[in-house]
């Protein structure tokens, strides 16, 4: 196992290990096409628990987990695809069409007043572990 042969050859007694993932309860899990997230980019998902049972297992503390912050980018991604979902994959008629139009215009505009505090209730894409080895020197 990889974490094993960090955990025991490359990390020394009281040195450190800081790891930064996707994060899989990040804004990427309610999107519908999440490419960003799968292979060939990611081909496994490392959520808190995962990082809590390794440290466990392998003689770790869990010294500090930070979310990355969702970025201003995502966030319009992340209203976007909220809107596209609504809009159906059926041809719309014009009424509907009009009303998207509406909606991504007033989503473009609103966007950058909700953001500041919408940010803090969405997680990012990334987040980050420090792990201190506690084994001692053998």
């Not at 930070?66 to 994959?89: M, N, Q, W």
Request: net charge positive.
């Amino acid at each position: 196992e990889l974490f094993e042969f960090f955990a025991t050859k490359l990390i020394r007694p009281g040195g450190y290990m800081i790891i930064a993932v996707p994060n899989p309860d990040g804004y990427l899990k309610e999107l519908d096409r999440n490419l960003l997230d799968m292979p060939p980019h990611h081909n496994s998902s490392w959520s808190l628990k995962c990082f809590e049972q390794l440290q466990a297992r392998h003689g770790f503390s869990l010294v500090e987990h930070k979310k990355e912050p969702l970025r201003y980018v995502h966030y319009l991604g992340f209203l976007r695809s909220l809107i596209e979902s609504d809009a159906g994959t059926k041809a719309p008629s014009i009424k509907k069409r009009l009303f998207y139009m509406l909606q991504s215009i007033s989503t473009n505009l609103l966007a950058p007043l909700t953001y500041l505090g919408d940010r803090n209730q969405i997680d990012g894409q990334t987040h980050l572990v420090v792990l201190k080895n506690n084994r001692q020197f053998v």
